[in-house]
């Protein structure tokens, strides 16, 4: 066993290698520069310094003339954000993605309910794949799926048809505002695959939030008197609102930053994400397009801010 | 919650939650019967009739195979990137206090935090400042941001679980700071480096987003879907292409879960 | 020869003095234990020795050979970890046989060396299962054989029987000292627990606040311990208050008295004191007994076959007056 040589202080290994090892043990902080300065540098000047440009440009304004940018600092570009074309815009996003973020808490809810509470051993694995293979997969093909589907001649109509319910697609598509020409060019068809994209997301953080409640706290409740829905009302629904708010921090800021799925699925009124690829595309106006791409991070910053106070970062 | 494996669920909850589910998976199973289709014109339902035929049109299409080779080079080298600089970043964190790290969290979540339109038109404006021509490279660029913190995800839980004696224990029986990375922190961690890269292939094989800026006039295969979307002029090879899609995104995933089903955190959690 | 020698070592962080200009030399072949309780500094001069820290200000030499500035790869100095550190990812000879590895031996010979060690720690045929396949006792006998393959010239123990049960710790005691006594390494451990280090060590050092308050062998530390700190962390001795000790006629000092050096009732050339009893309780090989004299409350262990006073009795206690150990200051 004796294979080392009798010393108690061994000689460095030769070579870069060893004297760099000694220099990482005698100052971890040059170890701790070395790991971060590749990742900072790509995410700080890649990354923040295209941000922080792209906000600086909101601050300039366009020649209504030449079309060309004045590199001067001016609020001007804020001030057309309020005009009613354009408030409009701001304010039918904020509508879509608060509904969304309630359509998708309430579906998502029994999912994650029965997955935290009655869902064992294979059933367990089967509801969380069930979630995430959604969740992952492609973005597009959802939404190509969905034009299938709310497409005039696809399968919903042919379903309704068949349950000779088509009387009821038609008064809903007469309506004002959600109805339209077909269901894949009204509010209501990018309604729907606004949830279906991004409903998922918010499964897991409730699931993560009732997984923590321990199950007799429901039995307490109904011992004590409390109905199911008082049960729910007092005692399920308030410990599972940090999970809820967690969720729709992804439901909300996805809904709001989208421009694909209004596009496609939709009527021609224009959302945020729409509006900032307009005028940064087709119209050139880099500052407007900067000062539409500040609204979702002044909203989402907000958003942020109230559910950190509601302590829904635990949830995530 | 002893009782609950007495009890059963309500039939009410029964009935929403496999309603929940089913709809987040018929559309995609839609999917699958669409590719089959003989009807060319229109997405007429049910299928008039089913053929294989598409698969092989699809197949002799070179404008496909040349937009799965841009996505499959670009989710590569993305992830590739993602790998060494999630790593890095989370082995940084989770090894040492320093001020600054709760920053350090947030500057690499923030990419996929904030809406990809964002994203997007920051970096284009940047290549048109910086007066660079749109390449392969500009949309690795794009990638590779937002793929880092799912690979940082995966790593910072990892590490956590690698704890500091380890790292103590190989150093006292005379492995230096290389031979430790190499013989210890590397097989630990290992399993969920592969479960973060395969969610970062995932996401760069199927981001359009951020993409539509930084692509120029290549078209990845997203795009060419973007493309179809929006003018549909080939439906039938369309609905090949999706279906093929579904599958190449869905084993990274179940690949992901079985590496980390084990660990106290299951990759994937969040996109 | 002196095996590991601190001269004036502090280590800070921040405004914390862990070790606070410590003074120490162990000998070669010694059984040293460090005791104190938690945040004493103990651990981190255990830490110290194996490199895992730096010294704030202070020399250490191993063998005569300066340490600081030496990291841990290049000390032949080997640890056995509190939680033992095994490496989840590797067979239980692989975890033995690693460092070996690292240092360039041979497969066939590494393998071999670690063969021996396992069976030196009576874990022969264990080789090929994984860490988590293994008892807490075994797993501790794994991180010996590790540490010990090596042929470290000090073994560095930390709190290495804190995690075992009552009954595999007093053998695991028994086949350490044996272990040490054969292979004649020296062996520093720290510990929490006063009855370890008394059992084990040749030589101990109670830490308290950064600071050694005491170095001497365990009868030393045990009957004649040095500060008021040494005396109620080292078993569990009655502290009498200065008033108290004069009025017995030992001038006006604190002393401390041992519990097993009082006897119910006087006798010839013995010290008494008279009290009334306020509890008593049994413990199977003795019986405890507090009794209030004058407001100071003194515990005596009295050998079962004694009747135990009922509570409320007046007693009368006494001791030799050479078991009273007088010391000055706090």
Do not use: E, Q, Y
């Given at each position: 066993m004796s294979t080392v040589a009798d010393t108690s202080i061994l000689a460095r290994r030769g070579g870069l290698a060893g004297r760099l090892s000694d220099l990482f043990w005698r100052k971890p902080g040059i170890l701790l520069l070395l790991m971060l300065t590749p990742p900072l540098l790509w995410l700080g000047i890649i990354y923040l310094g295209s941000l922080i440009a792209l906000l600086l440009q909101s601050f300039f304004s366009i020649d209504?003339?030449?079309?060309?940018?004045?590199y001067e600092f001016t609020l001007s570009t804020y001030r057309q954000l309020l005009i009613p074309s354009n408030f409009d815009i701001i304010l039918r996003t904020v509508v879509m993605a608060v509904m969304v973020t309630l359509a998708s808490a309430v579906i998502a809810f029994p999912i994650a309910y029965y997955a935290a509470r009655y869902a064992r051993g294979k059933w367990k694995v089967i509801f969380y794949l069930g979630v995430m293979l959604p969740l992952w997969s492609s973005y597009l093909v959802k939404i190509y799926a969905w034009k299938l589907i709310l497409a005039k001649e696809g399968i919903l109509t042919w379903f309704l048809a068949k349950l000779h319910l088509l009387w009821l697609l038609d008064a809903w598509l007469a309506l004002p505002v959600v109805g339209g020409s077909s269901l894949s060019i009204s509010y209501t068809g990018t309604f729907i695959v606004f949830i279906y994209v991004w409903m998922p997301f918010m499964i897991l953080p409730i699931q993560a939030a009732l997984e923590r409640v321990p199950g007799n706290l429901i039995e307490a409740s109904a011992d004590l008197g409390g109905n199911p829905a008082q049960t729910f009302r007092f005692v399920l629904f308030p410990l599972a609102l940090p999970g809820i708010i967690a969720g729709s921090i992804f439901t909300f800021s996805l809904t709001l930053g989208d421009y694909i799925i209004p596009q496609i699925i939709g009527s021609s009124r224009l959302f945020i994400g729409q509006a900032v690829y307009a005028q940064q595309g087709t119209a050139g106006n880099i500052p407007l397009a900067a000062a539409f791409s500040v609204v979702p991070i002044v909203i989402m910053g907000l958003y942020l801010w109230m559910a950190k106070r509601q302590g829904a970062f635990d949830a995530l | 919650m002893r009782s609950d494996r007495n009890t059963s669920a309500p039939l009410g909850l029964k009935i929403a939650a496999g309603a929940g589910l089913a709809f987040l998976h018929l559309p995609i199973l839609l999917i699958f019967l669409y590719a089959f289709t003989t009807e060319e014109k229109s997405y007429q339902f049910p299928p008039p009739g089913l053929t294989l035929k598409w698969f092989a049109v699809t197949w002799n299409r070179p404008d496909v195979w040349e937009a799965l080779g841009l996505s499959v080079r670009v989710a590569a080298i993305s992830t590739a990137i993602a790998l060494v600089l999630g790593t890095l970043c989370a082995a940084a964190v989770s090894r040492t206090k320093f001020f600054g790290r709760e920053t350090i969290s947030l500057l690499v979540i923030l990419p996929i935090a904030l809406p990809g339109i964002i994203t997007g038109i920051a970096l284009r404006s940047a290549f048109s400042f910086a007066e660079i021509p749109f390449s392969f490279w500009t949309i690795v660029l794009g990638h590779a941001t937002f793929c880092v913190v799912v690979v940082y995800n995966n790593a910072v839980a990892r590490f956590r679980r690698v704890s500091g004696s380890l790292i103590e224990a190989s150093m006292d029986l005379g492995a230096d700071s290389f031979q430790t990375f190499r013989y210890i922190i590397l097989p630990n961690i290992g399993t969920a480096l592969l479960a973060g890269g395969m969610l970062a292939f995932a996401l760069s094989f199927d981001e359009v987003i951020v993409t539509t800026f930084t692509a120029g006039q290549q078209s990845t295969l997203p795009i060419w879907m973007l493309e179809e979307l929006v003018r549909p002029r080939q439906r039938p090879v369309t609905n090949v292409v999706a279906m093929v899609v579904v599958i190449v995104t869905f084993l990274p995933i179940l690949g992901a879960y079985y590496l980390t089903r084990d660990g106290d955190q299951v990759a994937g959690g969040g996109k | 020869m002196t095996a590991v020698l601190f001269q004036q070592v502090s280590r800070h962080f921040g405004a914390v003095r862990a070790v606070d200009s410590v003074d120490l030399a162990i000998a070669e072949g010694e059984f040293f234990a460090m005791l104190?309780?938690?945040?004493?500094?103990k651990t981190t001069c255990l830490r110290l020795m194996a490199g895992f820290e730096q010294p704030t200000a202070g020399h250490i030499e191993i063998f005569g050979e300066t340490a600081e500035g030496v990291p841990p790869y290049r000390r032949n100095v080997n640890t056995v970890f509190q939680d033992y550190a095994l490496f989840p990812h590797l067979s239980i000879l692989e975890n033995v046989a690693y460092g070996l590895m690292v240092k360039g031996v041979g497969k066939a010979e590494r393998l071999k060396a670690a063969e021996e060690a396992l069976a030196m720690v009576k874990l022969p045929g264990y080789g090929t299962r994984r860490p988590g396949q293994l008892s807490g006792g075994q797993r501790q006998r794994v991180a010996l054989a590790r540490a010990l393959v090596n042929r470290p010239r000090v073994l560095l123990l930390d709190e290495p029987l804190g995690a075992l049960d009552l009954k595999l710790r007093e053998q695991m005691q028994e086949e350490l000292k044996a272990l040490q006594k054969s292979l004649g390494i020296t062996f520093v451990f720290v510990t929490h627990d006063q009855g370890e280090a008394l059992s084990m060590a040749d030589r101990i050092a109670v830490f308290n606040d950064g600071k050694i308050q005491q170095l001497g062998t365990p009868e030393e530390v045990y009957?004649?311990?040095?500060t008021r700190f040494v005396a109620d962390f080292v078993g569990s001795s009655n502290m009498l208050p200065p008033d108290f000790v004069e009025m017995l006629g030992f001038g006006r000092h604190h002393a401390s008295l041992r519990p097993e050096a009082i006897a119910l009732g006087d006798g010839p050339g013995r010290k008494h004191v008279s009290g009334r009893v306020t509890a008593a309780s049994f413990l199977g090989a003795a019986n405890r007994v507090t009794v209030d004299a004058n407001g100071t409350r003194i515990a005596a262990m009295l050998p079962a076959a004694v009747a135990v006073p009922a509570q409320g009795e007046m007693v009368t206690l006494s001791f030799l007056p050479e078991d009273l150990h007088t010391m000055d200051g706090a």
């Open positions: 209504d003339f030449s079309g060309l940018i004045n | - | 104190g309780p938690s945040g004493s500094g009957k004649r311990p040095a």
